[in-house]
């Protein structure tokens, strides 16, 4: 296969979404995939699905852009206000023609992509949540450890690799099952041993949660899958976030720290 860059949750962030577009291009890498989430929580969400529309071969739709298409089901506050403020965002373009495209953008989201691969990767299946639930269902390091049964489960519905976003931290599952964050692993990549399946989560690129604040996207080959953190302009997303009376401040706080 090409190699890939795999991006995910960049949550309106175009300040993150950029960088990280930055670093692919200086890498020469000419195929990005999207696992969804490209809009939601964030300041900027008509930039960031006409980058999106314009760099990815692909995104998938993730609970946010399902939330301000049709309803923020199970939203908390904060979030259910910033669906509602990135709806609003939107149907405020001025360009109706602009407008139209980017609802049918959203819209055409799927929610599963299967792509045969290689013969090293096997088939790979992207989902934004889990290989059960695709748009919603989260599964976190610490199921490893607190549900190892549902990740069993999990697992029966991967061919070989799958991919993912939603937590918002990056990391690989392996079937046993256990989980490795970028930091364990050697130069922070993960390499396929023969047959075996594996779960990663290529962390978000607008809202990281693993108490890094760099912008995360990672790059898929043949043999192996790499982690990538990127530093951004978080002050500028921040403040803008804060200019919006409608986006908590607390959506701008945690993007310092990364949680
Ligand atoms: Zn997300």
């Not at 206000?81 to 709806?87: F, L, M, Q, V």
């Not at 500028?236 to 919006?244: C, E, G, R």
């Amino acid at each position: 296969m090409v190699p890939t860059a795999v991006i995910s949750d960049v949550h309106a962030n175009a300040e993150a979404l950029r960088a990280v577009l930055a670093d692919i291009d200086r890498r020469g890498l000419t195929r990005i995939i999207s696992l969804g989430d490209i809009i939601g929580y964030g300041p900027d969400p008509r930039a960031c699905v006409d980058l999106v529309r314009a760099r990815c071969e692909w995104s998938l739709m993730g609970n946010h852009d399902f939330g301000v298409l049709y309803e923020p089901t199970n939203f908390n506050p904060g979030a259910e206000s910033a669906a509602y403020w990135t709806r609003e965002a939107l149907d405020s373009e001025p360009d109706a023609a602009l407008r139209k495209e980017r609802y049918e953008f959203l819209g055409r989201l799927r929610v599963r992509v299967v792509e045969p691969g290689s013969t090293q990767s096997g088939p790979i299946l992207a989902v934004h949540g889990s290989p059960r639930r695709p748009i919603n269902e989260y599964i976190f390091p610490d199921d490893v450890v607190n549900a190892p049964d549902k990740l069993t489960t999990l697992f029966d519905r991967v061919p070989r690799l799958c991919l993912v976003g939603h937590t918002h931290v990056p990391g690989v599952f392996t079937s046993e099952p256990d989980f490795y964050p970028p930091g364990e692993l050697t130069d922070g990549a993960y390499r396929f041993a023969p047959d075996e399946k594996a779960i990663i989560n290529v962390g978000s690129v607008g809202q990281p949660r693993d108490l890094d604040p760099r912008a995360a996207y990672a790059i898929l080959t043949d043999d192996r899958i790499e982690f990538v953190r990127i530093p951004y302009d978080v002050d500028a997303t921040a403040k803008k976030i804060k200019a919006i009376p409608q986006l908590n401040d607390w959506l701008g706080d945690r993007l310092y720290e990364g949680r």
